[in-house]
């Protein structure tokens, strides 16, 4: 066991836990930020999807000991004052089915449009590609996605 203190969603965080701990066991079971989610466990399917220093990761297979100083955004750090563009585009367009997978596709998406803030359809479907979606939303995601770009063009055009 070993003592941390993390920084997450811009807050200190300290705990205490298996060395070996993945960064998902960490958020859901130890400081109970559930909105990330498990799915698969072996980085295959990004429901764990979650911000390392404003890189999107996989919490199942990232240890809490390779965090280190590193900021950690989760879902639950997104849209706080008022709903992120991407978060007002999944609302508009009624993305969710289930909304298992659908934490871990906001994050990718969030970093997509950081990285990228106009990408084409090619570009979104192969920023997205790693998100597994069982109920099979794809289609609004990336509907979502440009609707998000938009909004995000308006907000930056307020005076
Ligand atoms: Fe982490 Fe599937 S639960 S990639
Ligand atoms: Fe059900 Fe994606 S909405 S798995």
Redesign the pocket.
């Known amino acids: 066991m070993a003592t941390y203190t993390i920084n997450i969603n811009g807050e200190d965080q300290s705990f205490t836990c298996d060395e070996n701990m993945p960064l998902?066991w960490v958020l859901r079971e130890v400081l109970q930020k559930t909105g990330t989610k498990?799915?698969?466990?072996?980085?295959?399917?990004?429901?764990?999807t979650v911000h390392l220093d404003g890189n999107a990761v996989?919490?199942?297979?990232t240890p809490i000991d390779s965090v280190g100083e590193a900021e950690v955004t989760t879902i639950e750090g997104i849209g706080n004052a008022e709903l992120h563009p991407v978060q007002q585009a999944w609302e508009e367009l009624q993305v969710p089915q289930c909304g298992y997978c659908q934490s871990g596709q906001i994050m990718s998406a969030v970093h997509l449009l950081e990285q990228n803030p106009n990408p084409s359809d090619g570009e979104i479907l192969d920023a997205m590609s790693g998100n597994i979606c069982r109920c099979g939303t794809y289609d609004r995601i990336k509907k979502a996605i440009r609707l998000a770009t938009q909004l995000s063009e308006d907000n930056n055009q307020l005076p």
Do not use: D, P, T
Not at 38 to 48: N, V
């Open positions: 998902l498990y799915g698969c466990g072996i980085g295959q399917c990004g429901a764990c996989r919490s199942c297979v």
